[in-house]
């Protein structure tokens, strides 16, 4: 997913690889959508993965409207 829009996404050059973080945190936004994919709650990644669960639902929120906005289309 491309999370170039996203305020709580961060890449950052040499941390994990550059790949797409939360913001001050080394957790992949990827992983963060994936675990919600297999049916986790919010409040659940929030807590596996030591995240606000704000951030979490901030970042879920971006990535529906990513994935409806490219559907319609």
Same mark, same amino acid.
Do not use: Q
């Given at each position: 997913? #491309?999370?170039?829009?996203?305020?709580?996404v961060e890449v950052v050059p040499? /941390?994990? +690889?550059?790949? !797409? %973080? @939360? /913001?001050?945190?080394?957790?992949?936004? #990827?992983?963060v959508l994936e675990s919600a *994919?297999?049916? *986790? +709650? !919010?409040? #659940? @990644?929030?807590?596996?993965?030591?995240?606000?669960?704000?951030?979490?639902?901030? %970042? %879920?929120?971006?990535?529906?409207?990513?994935?409806?906005?490219? +559907? +319609?289309?």
């Amino acid at each position: 997913m #491309d999370w170039s829009g996203s305020d709580i996404v961060e890449v950052v050059p040499g /941390k994990v +690889s550059g790949v !797409p %973080l @939360i /913001k001050n945190t080394r957790v992949p936004a #990827d992983t963060v959508l994936e675990s919600a *994919e297999l049916g *986790e +709650s !919010p409040g #659940d @990644i929030a807590f596996n993965y030591d995240l606000c669960v704000e951030d979490v639902r901030a %970042l %879920l929120e971006y990535a529906n409207h990513r994935l409806t906005g490219a +559907s +319609s289309r």
